[in-house]
């Protein structure tokens, strides 16, 4: 059938007609967001490359948490900004650090509320890689034993879920066999399968002070010109005990998002990073775009690329519009 008798306008015709044959649905369930805690008291350090996202210390993020908890986001995720480093990251596993303060804090108070922690160790080395170095390599299989021991201390401090986002070689397997052994089998993880060494991270990096102190990450996280890398990475993180797989970053990988979906149906998480909040708060400002409608139309995109989750640091202005 074609035209004048098919008029795909009829389904456009009004507000009513078009909400009734909408595809996809953007809701705050599908959101979670990002925050930033590190140790002290009555800290909030903004973040200058990051318009609206702070260092929080614990007391000031659970005020933080309140707005969050009020507009019914369900989850959150941390990230440490610690007191101290040294080479192998030993303050990621510390219960007198922020992450693990904040996860016993928030439980108390939000027991409902989801709380997700970042495991990694760039936040806690000083040399600013993801797992352990000597000679100037990341060892992959010496780094395992670590992200062990931080993964139990949050899961330990209350954490719901961890998220993995190191990318090395065997990692979720570790880590589900260490919470397994010690009674946390109901534990899930959300595993950073899909990591590429993006461009976009950067906003991120001055936020967690994170930046590595020589080379890059390309040795672990993947090259952005690979797709059928990721599918396969995905398919080693489910088969090595993966609950939830992570495409990041999200905006400029959708296709990847959308691959991961139908291969294998799921649930997948996109984060959509530092640099593409960023990119949208400075266009904001200076008035070239309009924020709120560039937002929910880049997170109704990745729901419909086949995200069932979105990591966002937009995440509390959204959930506001939503609610209107």
Not at 54 to 76: C, F, G, N, R, W
Not at 120 to 125: A, F, G, I, K, P
Not at 191 to 217: H, W
Not at 262 to 289: C, H, L, R, T
């Amino acid at each position: 059938m074609r035209f004048p008798h098919l008029r795909l306008r009829r389904l456009r015709k009004n507000n009513g007609i078009r909400r009734m044959v909408k595809e996809n649905d953007l809701k705050t369930e599908d959101l979670i967001y990002p925050l930033f805690v590190t140790v002290g008291e009555n800290i909030k350090n903004p973040v200058p490359s990051m318009p609206g996202v702070y260092q929080y210390s614990v007391d000031e993020l659970l005020k933080a948490i309140e707005e969050v908890y009020k507009y019914e986001i369900p989850a959150v995720i941390l990230f440490g900004v610690p007191g101290y480093k040294d080479s192998v990251g030993t303050s990621g596993l510390d219960p007198n650090e922020a992450v693990q303060r904040a996860c016993k804090v928030i439980k108390e108070k939000y027991p409902d509320l989801l709380v997700i922690t970042d495991v990694c160790l760039c936040e806690y080395t000083d040399h600013g890689h993801c797992g352990v170095v000597k000679d100037g390599e990341v060892l992959n299989d010496e780094t395992l034993s670590r992200l062990q021991s931080v993964a139990i201390s949050h899961v330990r401090a209350g954490a719901d879920i961890v998220a993995p986002s190191n990318m090395m070689d065997g990692y979720v397997q570790s880590i589900r066999k260490a919470l397994d052994e010690r009674g946390y089998n109901e534990t899930p993880i959300m595993a950073y399968s899909a990591k590429y060494a993006s461009s976009f991270y950067g906003p991120f990096r001055d936020a967690a002070e994170s930046s590595p102190s020589f080379g890059d990450r390309r040795t672990y996280q993947m090259d952005p010109a690979n797709g059928d890398e990721a599918i396969r990475e995905v398919y080693l993180d489910i088969e090595e005990g993966a609950d939830i797989v992570m495409v990041k970053p999200a905006l400029n990988y959708m296709d990847v998002i959308r691959r991961v979906k139908d291969e294998f149906n799921y649930p997948v998480a996109a984060y959509n990073v530092s640099g593409e909040y960023s990119m949208i708060k400075a266009a904001s400002q200076n008035g070239w775009i309009d924020e709120k409608s560039v937002v929910l139309e880049m997170l109704q995109g990745f729901k419909r690329a086949g995200a069932d989750m979105i990591l966002t640091y937009h995440a509390l202005d959204a959930a506001k519009w939503l609610s209107r």
